[in-house]
């Protein structure tokens, strides 16, 4: 789980690239487009432009480079031609990226156009939460500190947090130990070392945290149908700290200390 200096300088350089995908995006006006076309985009942005692969094509059988949850899909959500990105809808792009043998794992919930306030509190939230689990990094903290952090932010605000799905170690391989859940007591589970990297990438949901999987295999969606949304990056435990490998230049004023 520990990476060494020399692996988490290639790391630093796939989250970089990563970044740089989400940068491309934020330039894009994603309202009439198709998930699919978005996932084209991508794909074609990682392998020309930044002459890396797209480490979730083929991953596990999966057929695309991103997942597109949209509304109330919570994650998983498969590009396809006839799903077309309306006004006023709230999108979660989840896109992997592999260079140099290292992968780096990131997701951003888009707000398309005139959004309710409802959606666009939720957004800002899970944003938020995202961030005070990762203000929660440092060699000594555990586990528990994290999803600790998380939980508490989105009932304070009314949301529930989806616990089917958690964070993940990642490095060479997409999914590494430990796992890293958006829930949880201070003090509890793994005890974080400096060189360990992971995903927090907590999902909220405005009613019940209860989520279905539908016949595709893939797409998971509310039970209730109300919306969620979802923020991701990959964390590195430094000495002091944590380093947001895959931060974009919109979000240095959130990397800093508080």
């Known amino acids: 789980m520990v990476k060494t200096p020399q692996e988490l300088e290639l790391m630093r350089e796939a989250g970089r690239l990563l970044a740089q995908v989400f940068e491309m995006l934020d330039r894009t006006p994603l309202a009439g487009m198709s998930t699919l076309e978005i996932d084209t985009l991508v794909e074609r942005y990682i392998t020309d432009e930044l002459h890396a692969r797209p480490a979730s094509k083929g991953q596990y059988g999966y057929g695309f480079v991103l997942n597109c949850s949209m509304n109330h899909v919570v994650c998983h959500g498969v590009p396809d031609a006839r799903t077309i990105v309306q006004d006023g809808d709230i999108i979660n792009l989840d896109i992997t990226l592999e260079k140099n043998g290292f992968i780096a794992d990131s997701s951003k919930t888009y ?11 939720l957004v800002k939230v899970t944003q938020e939460a995202m961030w005070k689990g990762i203000a929660q990094v440092r060699p000594g903290a555990t586990l ?17 947090v989806v616990r089917d799905y958690c964070g993940h170690g990642i490095g060479r ?9 958006h829930f949880g007591r201070p003090g509890t589970g793994m005890k974080l070392r400096e060189g360990m990297t992971f995903t927090i990438e907590p999902m909220l ?28 990056h990959t964390v590195a435990v430094t000495s002091d700290g944590v380093e947001v490998l895959t931060l974009r230049s919109d979000e240095q004023a959130e990397a800093r200390p508080h």
């Open 205 to 232: 949901n405005q009613g019940t945290r209860k989520v279905t999987t539908l016949a595709d295999g893939w797409t998971v969606v509310t039970n209730d149908r109300k919306l969620s949304a979802q923020f991701e």
């Open 111 to 121: 707000m398309v156009g005139t959004v309710s306030p409802q959606a666009r509190r």
């Open 144 to 160: 528990g500190d994290i999803g600790f952090a998380i939980e508490r932010h989105a009932k304070q605000h009314g949301y529930s």
């Open 173 to 181: 391989e997409m999914h590494e130990e430990p796992s890293v859940l």
